[in-house]
């Protein structure tokens, strides 16, 4: 699979060493708390208002590039289906290796109780199943389950009761499954990064403990395209 190119201006954070009962590739994301994901446009595409793939970097608060991601969806769906299409996301790291993978299958983009909510798997390696994302229904509030591999509840996702791309500093917030605790959350505006990426469109931040098992962070990470692709995404 063809590597995409980085940008230059970006620097990438360094890789630590091996860390055990790690999955590879997820080693960086013990050293942080923060995320930050943003969208790159290629100049010809917004010219021409075509995609071809839709590209991603997400770096840490100070700028650094940890991952570069790319979603090589089927252009015919995404305008046909939007939202509700589905897609693989293949996350790399800054050297290369593909380290973190996001599945969504088509589904419908119903919210009542008996229709086909939204879900992704997310795997790392790729490969590897290492948790899901599940959209259940609710009345006021857009809410999702993370789960591991086996497919067992281990966190909750709440989102404001009223979600719009026109809005900004929305929290979908990561809750414990009880709900009395808020243990991270996912924006669609960021407060912390540098200036010179401030140009950049689709920004959405993701904070976590520090201490969080990196297979949660990672499933965080796969929630957070999940979100932004349903509520806010303006390029489908």
Same mark, same amino acid.
């Given at each position: &699979?063809?590597?995409?190119?980085?940008?230059?201006?970006?620097?990438? &954070?360094?890789?630590? @060493?091996?860390?055990?009962?790690c999955?590879?590739g997820?080693?960086?994301?013990? *050293?942080?708390?923060q995320?930050?994901?943003?969208?790159?446009?290629?100049?010809?595409?917004?010219?021409?208002?075509f995609e071809?793939?839709?590209?991603?970097?997400?770096?840490?608060?100070?700028g +650094?590039?940890?991952?570069?991601?790319?979603?090589?969806?089927?252009?015919?769906?995404?305008? /046909? =289906?939007?939202?509700?299409?589905?897609?693989?996301?293949?996350?790399?790291?800054? $050297?290369?290796?593909?380290?973190?993978?996001?599945?969504?299958?088509?589904r =419908?983009? =119903?919210? !009542?109780k008996?229709?086909?909510? +939204?879900?992704?798997?997310?795997?790392?390696?790729?490969?590897?199943?290492?948790?899901?994302?599940? *959209?259940?229904?609710?009345?006021? !509030?857009?809410?999702?389950?993370? #789960?591991?591999?086996?497919?067992?509840?281990? &966190? #909750?996702?709440? @989102?404001?009761?009223?979600?719009?791309?026109?809005?900004?500093?929305?929290?979908?917030?990561?809750l414990? /499954?009880?709900?009395e605790?808020?243990?991270?959350?996912?924006?669609?505006? !960021?407060?912390?990064?540098?200036?010179?990426?401030s140009?950049?469109a689709?920004k959405?931040? $993701? *904070?976590?403990p520090? %201490?969080?098992?990196? #297979? $949660?962070?990672?499933?965080?990470? @796969?929630?957070?395209?999940?979100? %932004?692709? &349903?509520?806010?995404?303006?390029?489908?």
């Open positions: &699979m063809a590597f995409p190119n980085l940008p230059p201006t970006i620097h990438g &954070m360094r890789a630590p @060493g091996t860390i055990p009962n999955p590879p997820l080693e960086y994301l013990t *050293q942080i708390n995320l930050l994901v943003c969208q790159r446009f290629d100049l010809l595409e917004v010219l021409s208002c071809t793939s839709k590209k991603y970097e997400v770096m840490n608060n100070q +650094q590039r940890i991952y570069f991601a790319e979603d090589r969806s089927n252009c015919f769906l995404r305008y /046909l =289906c939007g939202p509700s299409r589905s897609f693989t996301i293949t996350i790399y790291d800054n $050297i290369g290796r593909d380290v973190i993978t996001v599945h969504k299958a088509l =419908c983009s =119903c919210c !009542w008996n229709c086909y909510l +939204q879900k992704l798997k997310v795997e790392a390696p790729p490969g590897e199943k290492i948790g899901y994302v599940y *959209q259940y229904f609710h009345p006021f !509030w857009p809410m999702f389950k993370i #789960k591991n591999a086996n497919k067992e509840d281990i &966190m #909750k996702i709440r @989102g404001p009761c009223v979600v719009s791309s026109c809005l900004t500093d929305l929290n979908f917030n990561l414990s /499954l009880d709900e605790i808020v243990i991270g959350k996912i924006s669609n505006t !960021w407060a912390g990064f540098t200036r010179e990426l140009t950049n689709d959405f931040g $993701i *904070q976590f520090l %201490d969080l098992d990196v #297979k $949660i962070k990672a499933l965080m990470l @796969g929630a957070s395209f999940l979100i %932004d692709y &349903m509520y806010f995404e303006l390029w489908s």
